[in-house]
Every structure is written in structure tokens, then in C-alpha cells.
């Protein structure tokens, strides 16, 4: 399936970069390469990530970073649209499993 990014995640995967590169320039990379490990997973196994209380959404925790990818999977146009990237330590308006 193809992978559609909302604005947000646009927005989040610009901050999580910035923020890291100004602490580890190196570390940055690392973490920007995991994030996109497990974007390809969800593109070739959708349903990998576990559903939410909010209908259709979805929540798959990278691998080695922690960072929490929330998506959701529109079957009738072939694709996944990833909605946030978070770190667990940000603040969130809601609770999720």
C-alpha cells in the first residue's frame, strides 16, 4: 500500500529531526532511519500496528526508538495515511492503548 503523510506528520518528522540535531547531529540519522524501517513495514503489513480506541486508527512503536507512528489504513484508495509521529515522553490530548 502507499503511505500518504498528513500535514502533522510532516510537521512532526521536521521537529523530531531538528530537535535530535541539535543535541547528536549523528544520532539524528539513526533515528530517522528507524522511523522509516518501520514506515515500510506498515506499507508492506498494514494491520501490523495495534487499532486504537479511535475508530480505523492504528499505532506502531518503532523499533530501537521509541517513537509512536499513528495511522490509519484507507482500503478503498490503497493506502496508509500516517497521522502523527510522537515520542512517548510529549504530551498527549488523549489516551490510546
Given at each position: 500500500m502507499r503511505l500518504r503523510f498528513s500535514r502533522r506528520a510532516v510537521r512532526d518528522l521536521a521537529e523530531i529531526a531538528a530537535y535530535i540535531r541539535e543535541r547528536d547531529p549523528s544520532a539524528a540519522a539513526k533515528v530517522r532511519a528507524s522511523i522509516l524501517d518501520s514506515l515500510k513495514t506498515i506499507g508492506?503489513?498494514?494491520?501490523?500496528?495495534?487499532?486504537?480506541?479511535?475508530?480505523?486508527?492504528?499505532?506502531?512503536?518503532?523499533?530501537k526508538y521509541p517513537y509512536l507512528?499513528?495511522?490509519?489504513?484507507?482500503?478503498?484508495?490503497g493506502e496508509i495515511i500516517v497521522l502523527t509521529i510522537r515520542h512517548p515522553a510529549q504530551a498527549r490530548g488523549y489516551s490510546d492503548r
Open positions: 508492506a503489513f498494514p494491520r501490523v500496528g495495534r487499532p486504537q480506541t479511535l475508530p480505523r486508527v492504528h499505532k506502531l512503536v518503532t523499533r507512528i499513528y495511522y490509519s489504513i484507507d482500503e478503498s484508495a
